[in-house]
């Protein structure tokens, strides 16, 4: 576009670049230019001007009138704008296409404290009746539909001589204004809303008072509208549906200076909000109404008018229907978007970096629970929630509202994400902390002696974590959305946790288990060593047991056995009671008992092992012959004499010791000579014992079926070459000892 050159109200001659991009607006900004291109910078200006965040805060007015009829230079007088007006030496059209500068007055306020709008923004258009554009009537059409499209005040400057001449220019130009906005009424009866047309009667002598022009102006205009060929439907309008009118005369500016600006600034307060008496509809009339009734509004949020601006523009310039409803729904949308867009902007800023520390916690396979996460979503939230609201509730319902809802799904979206991978992350790290904090407390228990109680330290720990679960869960809800929940959560939780006690409470019945093993071996060590040093003593007898009162050799392996099962037995009451104190079930004390039997017939056997190792054994068996040869029934050493039956009492000694070595060969009893009853007191596996229970468990004849050894083989302690062996060596001891007898016997003699 050229650059037009613009003649200042004190005649210097300014260069404005409509396009540029640094423009100063200086003399506001040029919308449509000269050719009708819209000028794009509207939004830059509305910004430097401070306007875009007006909301409805902001007025449009726009002026109408012939050419040179002082248009320019009213404006600038009653907005302290700085129209191009022109020059009294040139005569020359000065205003070319749509020009929009924002109301510099205002702020101060009249005798009755009344002061401007804020936010005027007037319109200074193009006069069309010039001599340039010749009989271009298509700009004032197009110029007349713009500004009745957007401005809620129309300002039609008139000379007072020009009022009554009906075939003047002006009323050309009112007759247009009326056909487009019929058209406008046709295309959008419910959406175009009134607007006011106040008259400016110019260097007004005073000799025909206002209310006679007031009424000849409105007798002409009630001509026009009735000439107007309406279209179908509307040929009973009347022109007050449309249209509001008030009137003002102004004083000649030259004449008459300062009565003229007296007038003018009077005439600025009535660019302020008011109401008028619905009374008076129609005519804006007394010389002090307000002007700017909210009926007048247009309803475009201000951040939203250059792009509906351009839009209706462009409607209008390529001849097409202007269908408001259709540019406000665009406008919506698109403003929707643009706000949205703004609005998560910090909303990113507070979230992303915890949806990041959040997947990095994850891949790192260490969760993290980020504090007070709820309080932080949810502020975020309503932020973004509340600012599009602000921002966004101005436009078209309809589509707010959906853009509103979608808005609200795709923030949900990653919301849900970062709280539902916090309750992960708190159920995580809440079951690891458990099972470490139990484990913890038996070691500590542990070192203090053992005595702790297992069932406590869970039901502690227990409720300490789910509490933790809890408030964690809870700090993370986001206020006002049916999504963030965490029962079903906490309930997996608990079902974890109790998942998790359970394994503990299997891995406390091992450590019990073991213990028991324990002190099950380590007092068989004792009083089955005790059974078997009592073999030393031969004079225990060997005959039948009598009143209990020495025990006999010949019931050994009743004595183990029942020093066994009663051992074994106290360890299964500890057992019990142990393990029901920390509510192992039935189940689980059952199979414990079951394993604790079998482990302790393994300690018994490697105890009895132990004691029937060769060298062991053949020092029993010698002390045991030693026993019953050297001292007499009375226990007193013998001093052999050569009298003495030396040789009888050997061989009586030697036979009775190696009696022995059948009985000690095999575990059975006396009375039934039949092995113990071990598969009996062992009892058959219950039937909840798991592979695991079994894993570490020796085989045992004669219980184990599928071992395909017997009970007697189980019972089996010596072989039979090991027993010929052990008689054999044992043979050779007692004859020393005998040899060493008779020598004495001999050498006591000599002696
Ligand atoms: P516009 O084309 O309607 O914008 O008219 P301008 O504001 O450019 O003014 C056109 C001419 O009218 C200029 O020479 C002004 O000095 C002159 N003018 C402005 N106001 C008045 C007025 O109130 N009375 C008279 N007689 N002339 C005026
Ligand atoms: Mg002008």
């Not at 248009?71 to 007088?77: D, V």
């Not at 129309?154 to 050309?172: D, F, K, R, S, T």
């Not at 509490?467 to 869960?473: C, H, L, T």
């Not at 043979?731 to 040899?739: H, L, P, R, S």
């Amino acid at each position: 576009p050229t650059a037009p050159s613009v003649l200042t109200m004190n005649g210097s001659v300014n260069s404005h670049f409509a396009s540029g991009a640094n423009q100063d607006f200086e003399h506001g900004v040029q919308i449509v230019d000269e050719d009708k291109n819209f000028n794009e910078q509207m939004p830059q200006y509305l910004q430097a001007e401070g306007i875009t965040k007006a909301g409805f805060n902001y007025h449009l007015i726009s002026v109408f009138g012939s050419q040179s009829t002082g248009k320019s230079t009213l404006l600038n007088y009653l907005f302290g704008t700085e129209f191009g007006v022109m020059s009294e030496r040139e005569r020359r059209q000065t205003t070319k296409g749509i020009w929009m500068s924002k109301n510099k007055k205002g702020g101060a306020k009249d005798g009755q404290g009344r002061c401007m709008a804020e936010n005027i923004l007037v319109m200074d258009v193009e006069g069309t009746d010039g001599r340039e554009r010749g009989e271009d009537q298509d700009f004032e059409r197009k110029s007349a539909l713009f500004a009745l499209a957007t401005s809620e005040v129309l300002i039609v400057n008139i000379w007072e001589h020009q009022v009554g001449l009906y075939q003047g220019a002006n009323m050309g130009l009112l007759k247009t204004v009326f056909e487009v906005d019929l058209q406008l009424f046709l295309k959008n009866s419910k959406n175009v809303t009134k607007s006011l047309l106040f008259f400016v009667i110019r260097d007004h002598l005073g000799h025909t008072p206002l209310a006679n022009l007031k009424n000849t102006l409105m007798q002409d205009l009630e001509r026009i509208w009735s000439g107007l060929s309406k279209p179908p439907g509307l040929e009973k309008s009347k022109i007050n549906d449309y249209f509001d009118f008030a009137f003002v005369a102004l004083p000649h500016k030259i004449l008459q200076p300062e009565c003229f600006e007296q007038e003018v600034a009077k005439l600025g307060t009535r660019f302020r909000e008011g109401y008028v008496d619905s009374k008076k509809a129609g005519l804006v009339d007394d010389a002090d109404d307000p002007v700017l009734l909210p009926q007048y509004h247009r309803r475009i949020p201000a951040d939203g008018f250059p792009m509906y601006a351009a839009g209706v523009w462009e409607q209008i310039d390529s001849n097409k229907d202007l269908d408001l409803p259709t540019q406000q729904e665009l406008l919506a949308q698109f403003r929707c978007d643009e706000i949205a867009k703004e609005v998560l902007l910090p909303f990113d800023a507070t979230i992303a970096p915890l949806e990041e520390q959040q997947s990095n916690a994850v891949s790192a396979g260490a969760p993290i629970v980020i504090a007070a996460l709820g309080k932080t979503l949810g502020g975020a939230r309503e932020l973004v929630l509340k600012s599009f609201e602000e921002e966004a509730s101005r436009y078209h319902k309809g589509v707010f509202k959906t853009k509103q809802t979608e808005l609200a799904a795709k923030i949900d979206g990653r919301l849900k994400t970062l709280f539902q991978g916090q309750l992960t992350a708190a159920h995580k790290s809440g079951i690891h902390d458990f099972s470490e904090a139990v484990s913890t407390a038996v070691k500590a228990g542990q070192k203090k002696g053992g005595n702790y109680d297992f069932y406590k330290i869970v039901q502690t720990e227990k409720q300490k974590s789910i509490k933790r679960f809890e408030s964690e869960a809870q700090a993370s809800l986001v206020t006002g959305t049916p999504w963030s929940d965490y029962k079903s959560q906490l309930n997996l939780y608990q079902k974890e946790i109790d998942e998790v006690s359970g394994r503990l409470r299997k891995e406390e019945m091992r450590r019990l288990a073991t213990r028991s093993e324990r002190w099950v071996r380590s007092r068989l060590g004792e009083s089955i060593g005790m059974e078997f040093n009592k073999l030393g003593s031969g004079r225990a007898g060997s005959g039948a047991p009598e009143d209990g009162e020495k025990p006999s050799e010949k019931d050994l392996w009743d004595r183990i056995w029942s020093v066994f099962t009663d051992t074994v037995s106290h360890a299964e009451i500890r057992f019990t009671e142990r393990a029901r104190s920390f509510d192992a079930s039935p189940d689980e004390v059952e199979v414990g008992l079951w394993r604790l039997r079998r482990k302790s017939w393994g300690a018994l056997r490697d105890k009895i092992d132990e004691e029937m190792m060769e060298g062991n054994l053949l020092l029993k068996l010698r002390e045991n012959f030693e026993d019953k040869f050297r001292y007499d029934d009375e226990g007193v050493p013998r001093i052999w004499r050569p009298t003495d039956d030396i040789e009888g009492l050997y061989t009586k000694a030697r036979e009775s010791t190696l009696e022995l070595i059948p009985l000690l060969s095999r575990f059975k009893m006396a009375r039934t000579s039949a092995p113990p009853p071990l598969d009996a007191w062992i009892g058959a596996p219950p039937e909840t014992v798991t592979a695991a229970d079994e894993e570490d468990l020796q085989p045992i004849g004669g219980v184990d079926e599928d071992e395909g050894r017997s009970l007697e083989e189980e019972m089996t302690i010596l072989t039979d070459s090991k027993r010929q062996d052990l008689a054999t060596r044992f043979k050779k001891t007692a004859d020393g000892v005998y040899v060493e007898a008779k020598r004495s016997a001999i050498g006591g003699m000599t002696q």
